[in-house]
């Protein structure tokens, strides 16, 4: 028989399992630092949301970008709908910061090595419900190291965060919240062609758009910072002021890692690449112009002046004609990808800023940040045929892969609406966190995510 231990045999034993215990307490802790748990309070009112918007126009446009402010805390099962507020006209965008003046490089890309896409990459939602017979439901919130401009999903499980020149990052999630990757905006010029020395400058990533089998991701630059580029773009600006081209980064998604610089026009807004996968086109906004870029090669292929502040596109599912929304007036210009020729569909309304297209390329939807709600375009006429009042001042929208549902953010309202398509019918407006600027609907898990400048991003759920 076995002699019984003592205590003081077993002392060491358990001040051993105590140290164990008190290492895993603070590993959790720093793993789980950066992911807020969703919000138990009441919601209240909107009001308690931010500050309130003011409903006077300004004389000079006034920047998208605001002092970031703690996020207000909403409750995650908030599904009433409230009421929608008169809209403000704002047709303003985010001024960067001003870096020290280099001289501009003048080194040549090299070409890059062809790259032939597989086929687009269709992802299937996990129920077949209609998305307008489901409604929203608050289930997570995302904040530590973000400063939002937008976010994009892939459809295959990644969203992309882009950061702007406040952080200098893209933040990469996944379907369960979870940060994979933080990206910085640094690259040498020399690597990628631009400059016969090393040079090492940053960015400021403002939209995304993936190439159609998601193998890829192209974000627009606002800006670049350092040697080189002593004019970066700004607010309120015009070809005459000269303002620095900057580049579209293309990012692998399997690696997570840039492999193509792009170089394009003055302050690249938002981009999109065609269905069929041959070309990135790109909105400028300081040079008023469109590029079009070959994906095979990289190569800026033509630039079409469009006229003051070119923000929004969306492309039809046959390829053949972009469309733009010139944020400065009141207008959309069509580009025919086969031939370049711009042709117009005249005074839709004020500040045409965010555009999507329905699966079948029937109607267009576009929000109008100059207090026009949102409107709804036939394609066969390119004349408007509905138009909703969402909010203050919507900006983002999305559509889901059924094209019934809208997904739309108010910005001065901070609020996010669901709309149905069929009637334009304003099916839910919930609350969001302050000024919500980016949206982006993951048609597989059903998520809706909005990105806000007071960094954080909320995600909902179509249940």
Known sequence: MSKPRSILDVAPLAAALLIVAVVLVVAIGLITGSRSPTPTEDPGSIAALGPSPSTAPSARPVPETQPLARSPSISPTDTGA????????????APPATPTSAPIPT????????????????????????????????????????????????????????????RHTISVFDREF??????????DLAKFGFSS??????????????????????ISQYSMYGQGFPN?????????DRHDDSFVYRIDVETLKIDQLIRVGATPKYLAVSPDGKYLVVTNWCSYDV?????????????????????????????????????????IAKIDLDTFRLRWIRDVGPAPRHLVMDPAGRFMYVTLAGGGGVIK??????????????GDNPRSMDISM?????????????TVSKVRTRDMTVLQTLPTAYHPIGITYDSVSRQLWVACYSGVIQVFEDR
Do not use: H
């Not at 409230?82 to 965008?93: I, L």
């Not at 979870?178 to 690259?187: F, G, H």
């Not at 970066?232 to 005459?240: E, L, R, T, V």
């Not at 929304?325 to 009141?330: E, F, L, S, Y």
């Open 82 to 93: 409230t009421p929608a507020p008169t809209p403000t006209p704002d047709v303003s965008e």
């Open 107 to 166: 080194a040549q890309p090299t070409r890059q090595p062809p790259v032939t896409p597989p086929p687009t990459v269709q992802p299937t939602p996990t129920s077949d419900v209609p998305s307008d017979a489901l409604r929203l439901r608050r289930i997570e919130s995302i904040t530590g190291g973000l400063s939002p401009k937008s976010v994009v999903a892939s459809q295959t499980g990644l969203f992309f965060a882009q950061n702007m020149m406040y």
């Open 178 to 187: 979870e940060r994979v990757k933080t990206i910085r905006d640094s690259v």
């Open 197 to 218: 020395e090393k040079r090492v400058v940053k960015g400021a990533p403002v939209e995304a758009a993936f190439s159609p089998d998601r193998r890829f991701v192209y």
């Open 232 to 240: 970066p773009g700004a607010d309120d600006c015009a070809p005459s």
């Open 291 to 331: 590029s079009i870029v070959r994906t095979s090669d990289g190569k800026e292929v033509k630039r079409i002046y469009v006229g003051r502040y070119p923000r929004g596109i969306a492309i039809d599912p046959g390829s053949t004609t972009a469309y733009v929304g010139i944020m400065g007036g009141t207008d």
């Open 377 to 390: 375009i036939d394609l066969t006429s390119d004349r408007t045929v509905a138009r909703v009042q969402t």
């Open 402 to 414: 059924d094209g019934r549902s809208l997904y739309v953010g108010n910005y001065e309202g901070n």
